[in-house]
């Protein structure tokens, strides 16, 4: 067979369409493709929600690739260890209920394990702004990674979405957002983002899972997004909480959805 450059274009741009066309109306939106917006993605699309990533870089996994400053090994709690042994990553124990695991292998077989679930992933994609009915996320606004980092004044598009996870991490991007919108409004002490505090891991841990939640009608936090909006400490390369986080969020979402 001689290969023809129009027809590998063709398939490309086709089943990108087919992807993207379809998610115009979702379920769920989670923007920010670290641990635990995987985790959460996969747990929903395996019950059969439909959901799908934006990821405004290039590649997922946020800061597990590197581990503890690049040297590629994570750190997960007792706790925790039993999702990354569900989707197949090889963990050790340390003693004293300490597993470490390498973080390639890690982030690669949670990708892989979400999107054979069903998770539509949209990398190299940033979500600008939120689309909002009667103080209610209900949509986000997306465009090209490159357009924004460029500047270029190009109209971006938009997505509905009956949820929307902000697991952006330390940057909050979503939830930003939303606090420059409707000042004041977060489900916050403050009404507003608290910020992270100075690293902590024990504490960080706990407030991780205890801060997922939602933070303002229709938009919910997880793994360090959840700290960062309500005011927890940063917790270093152990990701325990961020995977634990990915999972209530979907169970909280799943339920809200009406568990169908």
């Known amino acids: 067979m001689e290969l023809d450059e129009r027809r590998i ?18 379920d769920v939106a989670i923007v920010g493709g670290g641990p635990a917006g995987l985790v959460a993605g996969r747990d929903l699309a395996m019950r059969g929600a439909k959901v799908a990533m934006f990821e405004r870089k290039l590649s997922l996994g946020g800061g ?7 040297f ?18 090889r963990t050790v124990p340390q003693g004293d209920g300490y597993f470490s695991a390498d973080s390639v292998e890690a982030v ?15 990398n190299c994609v940033t979500a ?5 009915r009667e103080d209610r ?29 902000d697991a952006t991490g330390h940057d909050i991007n979503v939830v930003r957002v939303v606090e420059r919108k409707v000042p004041g409004r977060l489900f916050t002490p403050t009404g507003v983002a608290e910020g992270e505090k100075s690293l902590w891991c024990h504490r960080a841990e706990q407030l991780t899972l205890e801060n997922t939640r939602e933070v303002f009608p229709g938009l919910y936090v997880a793994g360090m ?18 995977l634990l986080s990915g999972r209530k969020a979907a169970s909280m979402i799943w339920e809200a959805l009406g568990g169908r």
């Open 72 to 89: 590629n090994e994570i750190v997960v709690q007792e706790e925790a260890k039993g999702i990354l042994e569900e989707v197949g990553v």
């Open 128 to 132: 600008e702004d939120v689309v909002m």
């Open 225 to 242: 997004s959840a700290n960062a909006t309500f005011g927890g400490p940063r917790m270093g390369p152990i990701f325990g909480g961020m």
């Open 9 to 26: 274009s063709r398939v490309i741009i086709e089943r990108f369409m087919e992807k993207l066309l379809d998610s115009v109306d979702l």
């Open 137 to 165: 996320v209900i949509g986000l606004v997306i465009t090209w990674t490159p357009v924004e980092m460029s500047g270029l004044h190009v109209d971006p598009l938009a997505i509905r979405s009956r949820f929307v996870i």
């Open 64 to 70: 597990m690739w590197g581990g503890g400053m690049m």
């Open 108 to 122: 690669s077989t949670l990708i892989s394990a979400a999107t054979r679930a069903g998770l539509r992933v949209f």
